[in-house]
């Protein structure tokens, strides 16, 4: 029963081709995270969500942007992938940004490879 | 900002116990986490710690100390199944509640 669902697992594009990749909850979270992860490093935040507020990292490229047309749901878009982008790219959410005992689930990733 | 270290790489056999140790810097502190995560999959929640003292969940333990800034992750009885990176993150009051994670420690269990 996957609570925060990312779509698609694998998705292969080409440079500089815009991709959006999409993550959606059943939790009816207020908070919606993207983080980055490269292969053996630790996860990278590159903005959150605290409902329909946006949070930009100070050192997320302008080539990454999100939208949360909903609760429920939270978009990805790459405008022109580099092969510097490649990367598991992980969706998580959390209850609210104040109260203890909140962990964050995350969705299984989606892997993006870019040729 | 932070900053948040950790063990790249432990070793270690079914049945012994593990414990990978885990120091952080953050300008606030808000509760430390630590999530196991598979090769090629999502990190999964562990355990939580925003006390001083440790929490027992079956084989993992986790412990804090917030005057040190210093956490481990207590593995007993090791399976095969334990194989895994072990992700340790700060969450920090003064910036956002936001989650820093370290790089993470991967963790091989040998026969």
């Known amino acids: 029963d996957a609570m925060v669902i990312q779509n698609p697992r694998y998705q292969v594009t080409q440079f500089g081709k815009p991709v959006t990749l999409s993550c959606s909850q059943t939790l009816n979270h207020n908070v919606m995270y993207w983080y980055q992860q490269k292969s053996s490093q630790a996860p990278k935040l590159l903005f959150h969500?605290?409902?329909?507020?946006?949070?930009n990292e100070a050192d997320t490229p302008d080539n990454f942007q999100s939208r949360r047309p909903n609760t429920s749901f939270c978009f990805l878009d790459i405008r022109s992938p580099g092969l510097g982008d490649a990367a598991m790219y992980l969706c998580?959410?959390?209850?609210?940004?104040?109260?203890?005992?909140?962990?964050?689930?995350f969705g299984q990733g989606t892997r993006l490879t870019v040729v | 900002g932070q900053n948040i270290d950790q063990p790249t790489e432990m070793t270690a056999t079914e049945g012994a116990i593990v414990q990978i140790n885990c120091t952080y810097q953050t300008s606030g502190f808000n509760g430390l986490f630590w999530y196991q995560q598979h090769a090629g999959e999502a990190p999964t929640f562990l355990s939580y710690n925003v006390l001083d003292g440790l929490e027992e969940k079956g084989r993992f333990s986790s412990f804090l100390s917030r005057s040190k800034g210093y956490s481990y992750l207590l593995l007993k009885e090791l399976q095969m199944k334990d194989s895994a990176s072990y992700l340790c993150?700060?969450?920090?009051?003064?910036?956002?509640?936001?989650?820093?994670f370290g790089a993470g420690t991967t963790v091989t269990v040998r026969a």
């Open positions: 998580a959410t959390s209850r609210d940004r104040g109260f203890q005992d909140t962990e964050a689930f």
């Open positions: 993150a700060v969450r920090d009051d003064s910036n956002d509640y936001k989650l820093s």
């Open positions: 969500y605290y409902d329909k507020d946006f949070n």
